[in-house]
């Protein structure tokens, strides 16, 4: 396969690998991007996160909340950041957050069925079409998710005027305004530092192992470490791992508000229990951000939203 310029300049985005190291990849892996980054970590020119120039769509994410044991989370697309911008988008995003969190679908289909909170006469899926019309340009209710916690409650935050929704679930006996103010506090976290798990008891062992088999060959590929004795390379193997997982597990990042600098969420989860009397547990934590996981190529959001309109 032919390794163009473009691509390597993507890959380069992606990883933020060096142009002959990117060109290098692709010739090995005969052009396939997802290997190319693979090939890249494996020799220690690239992170594990795909950086975020492949997020192309622009749109909102918001909240709505009912009461304190429910909220939802939504994230619509726009083709430009103008509309995203604009008054009547933003107030059609919030509709469909007020949608979300009293819709009991389970899956998009269903909830681009149902009425629409706003005008019993039509589905949310007419009402996107009329709105497309209206702002002229094409739209896209992306994704939702309802969160329900009976034994707690659910706190939300959007950052960056709609880049980022996140809502954390949590169970506690106790629901006042400081255990509010701490969760709020979670989920600033939870925006900020983008963790993929509340704690490592989530952690599979195929992404241990995974991660292992990179560190592993990154290990290898270095003339000083590969020479190391095997009981050694295994140390240095399960530290670095450990210290991934402290990125990536909610509970035991950093608390980004710390006086000291050295604080863990879990650490201050326990604190905060202490002062207010009862066990606070962070079950879960969704976050939405605009763009997520899309392609760069603008092509791939006309086809998401074609495919929509196909549907209706």
């Known amino acids: 396969m032919a390794i163009t310029a473009a691509m390597v300049k993507e890959l380069r985005e992606m990883t933020g690998a060096g142009m002959m190291d990117c060109k290098k990849a692709l010739n090995e ?33 918001t909240v709505a909340v009912e009461g304190d044991n429910t909220a939802a989370v939504v994230e619509v697309n726009s083709e430009t950041d103008f509309v995203a911008k604009n008054e009547t988008f933003q107030t059609f995003v919030a509709s469909v957050a007020k949608q979300a969190v009293v819709s009991n679908a389970a899956d998009m289909d269903a909830f681009m069925a149902e009425q629409w909170i706003e005008d019993g006469s039509k589905t949310v899926s007419e009402a996107l079409v009329e709105k497309v ?31 980022i929704g996140v809502i954390v679930d949590a169970e506690t006996s106790v629901v006042n305004d400081q255990v509010k103010e701490g969760l709020k506090n979670i989920a600033m976290q939870i925006a900020a530092l983008s963790p993929k798990y509340v704690s490592r008891d989530e952690v599979s062992a195929d992404y241990i192992a995974h991660e292992k088999e990179i ?23 399960e530290g670095r791992v450990s210290k991934e997982l402290k990125e990536i597990c909610l509970v035991d990042q950093v608390y980004v508000k710390a006086e000291d600098g050295k604080q863990s969420v879990g650490k201050y989860l326990e604190q905060l229990s202490k002062e207010v009397g009862a066990t606070i547990k962070v079950k879960k934590f969704v976050r939405f951000e605009t763009g997520e996981g899309l392609e760069k190529k603008n092509e791939d959001f006309a086809a998401e939203v074609a495919a929509q309109m196909a549907g209706n």
């Open 29 to 61: 892996t005969n052009g396939n991007m997802d290997e190319a980054v693979e090939f890249l970590r494996k020799n220690g020119q690239a992170k594990a996160e795909k950086k975020a120039s492949r997020i192309a769509a622009e749109g909102l994410c």
């Open 215 to 237: 560190l592993l060959a990154q290990i290898m590929n270095d003339p000083k470490e590969s020479q190391k004795p095997e009981k050694v390379i295994n140390g240095m193997i």
């Open 133 to 163: 019309a209206v702002i002229g340009e094409n739209l896209k209710i992306r994704r939702f998710e309802k969160v329900t916690e009976p034994n707690g409650c659910v706190v939300t935050y959007v950052h960056g005027g709609g880049r």
